[in-house]
């Protein structure tokens, strides 16, 4: 099989369908070349094959002599050479991986140039201008990216010419001035690689071609790929393209464009473009942009002819395509397509809208409610809950709204500053004058963006966008120095508070009061079409532990409440103390004194989370943690003993510290072992349970109650804790005309209860996987510890795929969940089957979770939405949208 393909290589399917052979690129390269016929520089794609032999073994034998036949054969349909002296052939070398990743790895662009052939590229086009600036772009690019080289060793000497010629752009500075820079710029190469700058064209794009492979695991492209679950092993494509040029002259330019508005959703096309430019100068802030209607003034054909490609293109791909193109001499060429990243709320208008039909040049085509629920992604559904401003007052200035939401936080001015200040629990807004790659460690840590050069498509904007983070960008009145900013009159020191608006481009001073956003009808509709589609196949319920959590979480949507902890009911600062009496009792009066206090502000409890799931099951899960968790700890209480006398009441708070403390308390007297050593606990929470359905029952309430004993490995272990439940419930009903409806089932929360289920569902009515402590047993790992100490250098070097707490795919655990479901069915088909754990939360293990036969997911109230929008999508199975 070959590694290197031509666009127009006549592929046995739609080249679009090749994204793991040819990357997201590559493939949209070819569709364009041999499928839509639209103008596209020719090239060849270098296959993401290649780049996984590179990265196993080193450059791939035969793939030398696979890309001189390819250069050959461009060669021969341009007409040109690359590196003639008279007459150059020039490409460029850009990534591609299957997945986007914006910014994330390199490119380099006009290779091909050498001392001899930019004189030919001056004469064959008649512009030395242009031919030194061409070749002093690809010196800089190709000394930092290919060889190493400091980027602002070629910075300064640039701003540095533009200062001495006072000029206000790169297109400004003469032939004269950029000649003296490309010879400066070759000077610092050699002085800082030891070696000239190389001269031969072959030897040139074979090191473009290993450094765009070597930065597949550059820093900030792995950082990336962990942030946004992309596989390390994927590996990219390298594409090589003619070049066309948009700093040709006036006549020329470059943009980017989509097909409708990313932010906002509306059907009309919208974009950046710059005249006398070559791509990097759009994406990269360095120079404002104009938009559309304004490239509509200089090339008003030119646009007409875009927006029909932009047409044919979402009717061809039936989504919002993101486009990169230039101007040469008048000729429109095609760079780049993909399907476009976009906001929340832009996601959920257009998905809406798109059902219901778009015109496109063979007529109308409209997707199926199906497909419209697939476009959806869980950061779609985050974004449009971020906070807004409750009021705002007077902005101090005013930029382009980049990607929606507001954010309030300190202000620091590097990447590195804005992620210690995040460990320091500060809340961060990162300004720059522009961000770069580089940045992207310090825009994870940051609440928002803020930056001073910049349109909507550069990179702070779409990063920004991809990731739900607040960003004002192009605020052309902040005006950066070293440690502060000012707008006017107006300085903001490092460190201090500001507050951001990326839905209307505002920049506060000072912090504004957050309120919750309202999301657009468009996300109550997919939810609802979602609910359809799920209805009977997977349910989604929440885990609260009171009244208010649990009735906002059935505002969210939510079926039922699978996990209430009750001890976090015992936490309050009205029942701590009367736990502790409990714990500390010396007789068996006083503990059954302490229990009955307990069992009266437990039914208290109990009844609002019942009333609130009023119809609806909850399952109220015993008592699981250690004792000693509800004591003070021994340290603590040590430290007072060193300073006085303890008193009366802590001293024996210190004794049953120390009697009831464990090496290992995780997998120590917790769960349903705290009962068997204290039968009297679980009776009083069944008792108060009981008597709080009874009282709802009375007042014609339905209250449909799940009692799940935690921790159980054995069957005779859940035998003899069933026991106890069902006499307590046996005691509460006798003598009710409307008995509330009760079963009794058990947590799967280690490797053995999963391959033991078939035993201990003999004794359940249902089973809930905990799917946070069965990960933490199944890898032998404190989530408390190896989240912040161990996790990231084992996701960055590949050791683990994927954060095993986050999901659970590819992890191990997902056999087992699959697993102790299909034992526990083998003995009892009618088993209920649920998960707890914060992976019912995730929409890659709820896809899981419905394939292992799961009746329902439960997770936190907030993901509520997400997780009915991510059932769907796992009972539609990721089919492809269908249109009609």
Known sequence: ??????????????????????GGKGANLAEMTSVLKLPVPPGF???????????????????????????FRLEKTMGRKLGDPYDPLLVSVRSGAKFSMPGMMDT????????????????????????????????????????????EL??????????????????????ETLKALCA?????????????????????????????????????????????????????????????FGNRDDNSGTGVGFTRNAATGENAPYGDFLINAQGEDVVAGIRNTEDLDHMGKHFPTIKRELLDIFRRLEAHYRDMCDTEFTIEQGKLWMLQTRVGKRTGAAALKMAVDMTKGTRGPAGTWKISHEAAIMRIAADHLDQVLHPQFATKGKAVCKGLAASPGAAVGHVYFTADDAVAAKERGEDVILVRNETSPEDVHGMMASKGILTARGGLVSHAAVVARGWGTPAVVGAEAVKLAKDSFHVGDQTVKRGEIISIDGSTGEVFIGGLSLAAAEPPAEFHLILKWADQVRKGKLGVRANADNGLDARHARDLGAEGIGLCRTEHMFLGPDRLPVVREMILAHTADDEAAALENLRRVQQDDFEEVLEAMDGLPVTVRLLDPPLHEFLPSVEELRIVQARRKLTKVEQAELDAAISWAEHNPMIGTRGVRLGVVKPGLYAMQVKALMQAAAALRSRGKNPIVEVMIPLTVTREELALARGWVQAEIDEAVKGMKRKPHVTIGTMIETPRAAIRADEIAEEADFFSFGTNDLTQMTFGFSRDDVESRMMPAYLEQGLLKRNPFETIDQSGVGELVRMGAERGRQTKPDLKLGVCGEHGGDPESIGLFYDAGLNYVSCSPYRVPIARLAAA????GGAKSDTK
């Not at 099989?1 to 040819?22: Q, S, T």
């Not at 070629?154 to 032939?175: G, I, R, V, W």
């Not at 999508?873 to 539609?876: D, K, L």
């Open 108 to 151: 380099v662009l006009n290779l091909g140039l050498n001392d001899e052939s930019v004189k030919g590229l001056a004469h064959v086009t008649s512009d030395e201008r242009f031919a030194y600036d061409s070749y002093r772009r690809f010196i800089s690019m190709y000394g930092r990216i290919v060889l190493g080289v400091d980027g």
């Open 873 to 876: 999508q796992a009972v539609i």
């Open 154 to 175: 070629f910075e300064h000497p640039l701003e540095e010419a533009k200062t001495h010629a006072k000029a206000k752009s790169d297109a400004d500075l003469s032939a």
């Open 45 to 71: 794609t270098i296959s993401t094959d290649a780049c996984r032999s590179y990265m196993h073994g080193g450059w791939p034998a035969g793939l030398d002599e696979e890309i001189a036949k390819h250069v």
């Open 1 to 22: 099989m070959p590694y290197v393909y031509a666009f127009d290589h006549k592929h046995r399917r739609p080249p679009m369908e090749y994204k793991d052979l040819l």
């Open 184 to 244: 400066k710029y070759l000077e610092v190469i050699e002085r800082e690689t030891g070696h000239p700058f190389p001269q031969k064209p072959r030897e040139q794009l074979r090191g473009a071609i290993e450094a765009v492979f070597k930065s597949w695991n550059g820093a900030r492209a792995i950082a990336y790929r962990v942030r946004e679950k992309i596989s390390h092993e994927l590996g990219t494509a390298v594409n090589v393209q003619t070049m066309v």
